[in-house]
């Protein structure tokens, strides 16, 4: 009987790594080919979106090409670019928002930046297809936020390709410079894992009322982060009351037992003129 002999096919390690997308919530479609089971958005994610960026597939180039079986696409090596600007805070973050919707009109998200090697709290991305539309991009861009959001100047904006775990070394990853050609090893594979994944286009449909919600996590995050500009995107305080506080206590009444405690301790301290302790213990 002949042997099956497929160095693609029959490999433990990519039956390990199928194995691990299968069990991340990956399902067989009716087409025969592995997809998400779920569509997106979900439900608790931290972005607004606005259009989508066309052919692109991001949940399954970086969660399984990238992170699971460590291929870089061809699309992100050499389509993939990214206006990012980074709000302060996000009274900012929701100034921002209102302008991608009515002025810039890229295809783009909005959000807090969950990440913990990013360095920013909020984020908004631009989605570009070449270098020439990511450097027009930038320039529309920038100028629109320096010249309508209240500290614009100070906002960081930015041309990058591909994802930031596809470049960042705590990921992983390699700086976007040196990203080459795909290796004929490298065409095979993602050739191999396209015949066996579903190319689902994202057409993220987000009702206003998920819509809100997103935004209120957006400022649940300002206030977690001790971002006080929420205060001046909503009116009142929805995160809870104020707790009391107790550290300031008045000065002590004459002859009371914390007034000779006071005195005791005032004379330990080598006979100080009363004011100096005093300003010590009950400031």
């Known amino acids: ?100 919707k009515s002025r810039i009109g890229w295809p783009s998200k909005a959000g807090i930046d969950r990440r913990s090697y990013t360095g920013w709290p909020y984020a908004a991305f631009f989605y570009c297809t070449t270098l020439e539309e990511g450097r027009q991009c930038w320039q529309i861009v920038r100028e629109t936020i320096d010249g309508n959001i209240r500290g614009g100047v100070d906002i960081r904006v930015v041309l990058k390709k591909g994802c930031t775990e596809m470049e960042d070394a705590f990921t992983g990853g390699t700086p976007s410079d040196t990203w080459k050609e795909p290796t004929a090893e490298e065409r095979d594979l993602e050739e191999h894992l396209d015949s066996i994944f579903d190319h689902i286009q994202e057409n993220v449909i987000q009702p206003d009322w998920h819509k809100r919600y997103i935004q209120f996590r957006w400022l649940e995050h300002a206030y977690a982060i001790g971002d006080t500009t929420w205060m001046e995107v909503i009116d009142g305080n929805p995160f809870g009351s104020t707790a009391v506080t107790y550290h300031r206590i008045e000065q002590p009444e004459p002859g009371s037992y914390i007034e000779a405690v006071h005195s005791t301790l005032n004379a330990i301290k080598g006979g100080t003129h009363d004011g100096d302790l005093h300003d010590e213990i009950w400031a």
């Open 1 to 100: 009987m002949a042997l099956w002999r497929d160095s693609i096919w029959f490999d433990r390690a990519l039956a390990d790594k199928l194995r691990a997308v299968v069990q991340g919530g990956y399902v067989i479609r009716p087409n025969g080919r592995l997809g998400p089971e779920g569509l997106v958005p979900a439900f608790d994610v931290p972005w607004i979106f606005i259009g989508q960026a066309p052919h692109a597939q991001c949940i399954l180039w970086s969660d399984v090409y990238w992170k699971i079986f460590r291929l870089l696409p061809r699309y992100c090596r050499s389509r993939c670019y990214k206006v990012v600007a980074n709000p302060r805070t996000v009274a900012q973050l929701f100034e921002l928002y209102d302008l991608m």
